[in-house]
């Protein structure tokens, strides 16, 4: 499940990636979902792929950080008003931070004692 979760995670940042064009609209609100789309899809690939479960904890724990900022970039970076673009972060945030947690979470039963 963890593996899973940390693809959906990839898929994620995919997203957010695109959304900077899709739905934000105006250069200065494209920023934010533009780079840290690119940072999550990268990180989630990283983690899923590595063979070191200790670094693949280590990027979903980062990348649940992320998440973090997707969620409240909208009020940090002024482009609450902006209705899509706003509830779009709000959901892919969420989930992000959900899906990298649950991701962590199961890479730590997969440490050897």
Not at 39 to 66: M, Y
Not at 77 to 98: C, E, P, T
Request: hydrophobic share 65%; glycine share 8%; aromatic share 10%.
């Amino acid at each position: 499940m963890a593996r899973k979760a940390g693809w959906m995670v990839a898929v994620l940042g995919a997203w957010e990636f695109v959304s900077a064009f899709a739905l934000h609209g105006a250069l200065p609100a494209i920023w934010s979902p533009f780079f840290v789309g690119i940072a999550v899809l990268l990180l989630a690939v990283w983690s899923v792929n590595t063979d070191n479960v200790s670094t693949a904890i280590k990027l979903s724990w980062i990348n649940a950080l992320l998440g973090i900022w997707i969620l409240v970039s909208p009020f940090a970076a002024g482009f609450a008003s902006v209705r899509a673009a706003m509830l779009n972060d709000v959901v892919v945030g969420v989930l992000v931070v959900v899906l990298s947690v649950v991701e962590a979470l199961g890479l730590r039963k997969e440490v050897p004692a």
